[in-house]
T-cell receptor, first 114, second 114 residues
């Protein structure tokens, strides 16, 4: 069975500052994908960033980047220049190659302080 | 392209009733997955459909069922509702079956069981 662990239930950051959300995972598969999804108060789940396990290069999407440590099974999300619109629940998720099932962590609630 | 749509957005039922939720995937997407989100259990995978066939199923009782139509639209049904079935039900679609691909989520259906 695969698991995803987010050990930070809540985080806060000053607007314009940088924050890092942590995620660790466990899977017996060698081919898998990792995702960060954002769920604002509207409850719409929005993809933030995705990382393929076979890629050594860390994924980046504008102000969002990941630190993917495959050996340590760690997948953290860094948000630079935090904006008020970044306030949301952030979920780390894992899917194995060939399987559409996403396994989610418990989420980290991010608050942006103006 | 229109996103994933779910109907209805809100639903109130009483114990013992049954309910049907609908999901229309992004045009061209052939795989549809369903998730249940509750404060206590978090996000849990229900099942995934591709080409009208259930390919993967989570650990839910048989009261939870689904189907997919030839146009990729999907429905999920919950029979003999229990209070614990109160949750946000999220549908997600993706283009390719078997990955690698990203699931895009709909806005969810909020089910309340009284």
């Amino acid at each position: 069975a695969q698991t995803v662990t987010q050990s930070q239930p809540e985080m806060s950051v000053q607007e314009a500052e940088t924050v890092t959300l942590s995620c660790t995972y466990d899977t017996s598969e060698s081919d898998y994908y990792l995702f960060w999804y954002k769920q604002p108060p509207s409850r719409q789940m929005i993809l933030v960033i995705r990382q393929e396990a076979y890629k050594q290069q860390n994924a980046t999407e504008n102000r969002f980047s990941v630190n993917f440590q495959k050996a340590a099974k760690s997948f953290s999300l860094k948000i630079s220049d935090s904006q008020l619109g970044d306030a949301a629940m952030y979920f780390c998720a894992l899917s194995n190659f060939g399987n559409e099932k996403l396994t989610f962590g418990t989420g980290t609630r991010l608050t942006i302080i103006p | 392209k229109a996103g994933v749509t779910q109907t209805p957005r809100y639903l109130i039922k009483t114990r013992g009733q049954q309910v049907t939720l609908s999901c229309s995937p992004i045009s061209g997407h052939r795989s549809v997955s369903w998730y249940q989100q509750t404060p206590g259990q978090g996000l849990q995978f229900l099942f995934e459909y591709f080409s009208e066939t259930q390919r993967n199923k989570g650990n839910f009782p048989g009261r939870f069922s689904g189907r997919q139509f030839s146009n990729s639209r999907s429905e999920m049904n919950v029979s003999t509702l229990e209070l614990g079935d109160s949750a946000l039900y999220l549908c997600a679609s993706n283009l390719l079956a078997g990955g690698p691909d990203t699931q895009y989520f709909g806005p969810g259906t909020r089910l309340t069981v009284l």
